[in-house]
């Protein structure tokens, strides 16, 4: 089992910048990939961003001029971070941290709220 907590999230004007944390423990080890969905209201959840153990990234095209991940580990947790440069307010929403697993269910963590304001 691995267990997601997100952070970091909350109101900024249009242009600020936000940095999301994902914090992930128990069967850590496990873990190659960590990734950032989110969405918005009355919208399907979106990908937004993967980070592999190794550090290679994949960022989806919408923001990768703005957004970076990156992941830091400790022997018991794995934290991918989501940086959020110029924020429009077109990136409000729910962000969720997820690990997926082949084969079975991913994890997915509660989600931070993002609301930018024009």
């Known amino acids: 089992q691995v267990q997601l907590v997100e952070s970091g999230g909350g109101l900024v004007q249009a242009g600020g910048s936000l940095t999301l944390s994902c914090e992930a423990s128990g069967r850590v080890f496990a873990i190659n990939i960590m990734g950032w969905y989110r969405q918005a209201p009355g919208k399907e959840r979106e990908w937004v961003a993967w980070?592999?153990?190794?550090?290679?990234?994949?960022?989806a095209d919408s923001v990768k001029d703005r957004f970076t991940i990156a992941t830091d580990s400790t022997p018991n947790t794995y934290t991918a971070y989501l940086r959020m440069n110029n924020l429009k307010p077109e990136d409000t929403a729910v962000y969720y941290c997820t690990v997926p697993v082949p084969g079975s269910e991913d994890f997915w963590g509660q989600g931070t709220q993002v609301t930018v304001s024009s």
């Open positions: 980070i592999t153990r190794g550090g290679s990234t994949n960022i």
